[in-house]
């Protein structure tokens, strides 16, 4: 059984879930290869490598690789350890180790991006959940970083891609501004490492868009750039006149609290700093000699112009769904994840209201079966971030449960034949 054919597993994304489910592949001697676009491991993660994650290292490693990395005689965190990783500790310490291991290492092909799965012989349309379309292998076309492309099947297929590739457009109604796609490559969407960037950022007029975690980290972090370094300054829009950010003192994870107490601190003026702007969505974006001028609209129609240096985008993302366009795959139209999981999740896990946030928390969410992650087309499954769509409950311990649901799933017999178990 080699990997990379008809026979075998193809797992998208080397980060916390397809590192776990190439574990899991190994643990039951099937065949697979493990593709991941960036030069190493869980290149999504690297990409916030200096930010700091809410959960504490007992939340941040799963019970299979902490076996399989303790067999192997890594040295890992305390489960007791009260600290929380960055994302460059997590990939140190864990999944880089993860990507070295025996078991794993000989299957791992970085530097290669899938870019588009098929079926062979098949178009979306046809033989549809049928027997016969199960029959034929998947086609994945492959794209190295010189640009050289080439196919290889699968006879299934884990995307575990995660929802970071696709940052959200900064524009009203989640369509790109007018002028924001010709100047797309000077909007930054990735949290800034303060540190290592601080000349880019110091006496900057810096406008930050967003609600989310990843907005108020940047906020934050730049109001403390302001308090030492004067003329750097903020202007933050937000898109409703009150953030429904919740902060509970008895949070299990202390992190996520502070930052919302911060938030709702900068918001009432707490920085001189950062000027709030709430209710109002991005109208246009354009060049105004070495600044940019930016529309921000306001519910009743009317339009402030502000004049900034830097523009951060900070409006969420989603999974590559042009990945799968010519497989049947059932999709929620609100979260654009698996339909059946979409429905399957309560309904406090997502907001449906413009003036209302989730009241769920991700501790309390549960891997909900392996029926959920069905989809019309036969072996092909979304797991992890990507699963959840933009549904921001979503947490690591999820995509390592539905790993074991879905090779429950893999391990019946006709799914994907079996190899020899590999040795540890």
């Not at 799933?409 to 799914?415: E, I, K, R």
Request: charged share 20%.
């Amino acid at each position: 059984m080699t990997p990379g054919t008809a026979d075998s597993i193809a797992i998208l994304g080397a980060g916390p879930t397809g590192l776990e489910a190439a574990l899991a592949a190994a643990e039951r001697g099937l065949a697979f290869t493990l593709y991941e676009a960036a030069d190493g491991v869980a290149g999504h993660v690297l990409d916030w490598s200096h930010v700091e994650l809410f959960s504490p290292w007992a939340y941040d490693i799963s019970p299979r690789a902490r076996r399989a990395l303790s067999a192997a005689g890594v040295e890992l965190p305390d489960p007791s350890d009260p600290s929380c990783p960055s994302g460059k500790e997590l990939v140190e310490r864990v999944l880089g180790p993860l990507g070295e291991l025996a078991q794993i290492s000989p299957h791992l092909r970085t530097g290669v991006n899938v870019v588009s799965v098929g079926r062979q012989g098949l178009l979306k349309h046809e033989e549809i959940a049928s027997d016969a379309r199960r029959a034929q292998p998947f086609r994945l076309l492959l794209r190295d970083s010189s640009g050289h492309e080439w196919v290889e099947n699968a006879g299934a297929v884990l995307d575990c891609t995660g929802s970071y590739s696709q940052p959200n457009a900064l524009g009203d109604g989640g369509i790109p501004a007018p002028g924001e796609t010709s100047l797309a490559d000077e909007i930054r969407r990735r949290i800034p490492d303060l540190d290592s960037e601080r000349a880019e950022w110091v006496g900057r007029t810096i406008l930050v868009v967003g609600a989310g975690h990843s907005a108020l980290t940047a906020v934050s972090g730049l109001a403390e750039l302001a308090a030492s370094s004067p003329g750097t300054s903020v202007v933050w829009a937000l898109r409703r006149e009150h953030p429904g950010w919740h902060v509970d003192p008895n949070d299990p994870l202390p992190g996520r609290s502070r930052l919302a107490k911060r938030a709702h601190a900068l918001l009432a003026g707490g920085s001189a700093a950062v000027i709030p702007i709430t209710g109002v969505v991005v109208d246009s974006v354009s060049r105004n000699g070495n600044r940019f001028a930016v529309g921000l609209r306001r519910t009743d129609g009317v339009i402030e112009t502000v004049h900034i240096d830097k523009i951060l985008s900070l409006t969420g993302s989603v999974g590559d769904h042009n990945l799968y366009r010519q497989l049947q795959i059932h999709e929620c139209y609100a979260t654009l994840g698996p339909m059946k999981l979409a429905a399957a999740l309560p309904a406090s896990t997502v907001s449906t209201r413009s003036d209302e946030s989730s009241s769920a928390d991700c501790l309390d969410q549960k891997s909900l079966g392996a029926e959920t992650l069905v989809n019309p087309e036969p072996g092909f499954f979304i797991l992890g971030a990507k699963s959840y769509g933009r549904n921001s409950s979503f947490l690591m311990r999820l995509g390592w449960e539905q790993v074991d649901d879905i090779f429950d799933l893999l391990d019946a017999p006709g799914s994907v034949p079996a190899t020899e178990p590999v040795a540890n």
